[in-house]
């Protein structure tokens, strides 16, 4: 069975990913079928590039997606693109549309980005005002 997965490069404590399409025995880190693209996770937003089109064909084919792989694809539209060309959309609104839903999770990140910062800054706040009061 073919696999959808990440497969590890870089350096100790700063991770890159390939995504690739290996067979399911294989070593997460060992002889794989075909480059898709690529993820790192050290940038902030996450750098996603993905193949769409090779996405999409090894899917057809019945290759299965490891469940970090599936978000990616996700995040970056490959599964939108593939139920979209499914319903026989015209190729212009394809793109439209993934344009959009790519937007949309770029605002949702930074969106819920700055709410665990804001609700850091109220434990840290909340954990400093009863010192304030004892020390009164």
Do not use: C
């Amino acid at each position: 069975m073919v696999r959808l997965r990440l497969r590890r490069r870089g350096r100790t404590h700063d991770p890159f990913y390939d995504i690739v399409a290996a067979d399911a025995r294989t070593k997460r880190d060992g002889k794989f079928i075909e480059r898709l693209g690529y993820y790192n996770p050290m940038t902030q937003p996450s750098t996603i590039s993905v193949n769409h089109e090779r996405a999409i064909y090894w899917l057809d084919v019945g290759a299965q997606m490891s469940q970090t792989v599936r978000n990616i694809f996700h995040y970056d539209g490959v599964l939108l693109r593939r139920a979209l060309q499914k319903q026989g959309r015209p190729a212009e609104e394809i793109e439209r549309l993934v344009a959009e839903h790519r937007e949309r999770v770029l605002a949702r990140y930074w969106r819920n980005k700055e709410k665990r910062a804001e609700r850091k800054r109220r434990k840290v706040s909340a954990a400093e005002q009863p010192q304030n009061e004892l020390t009164e």
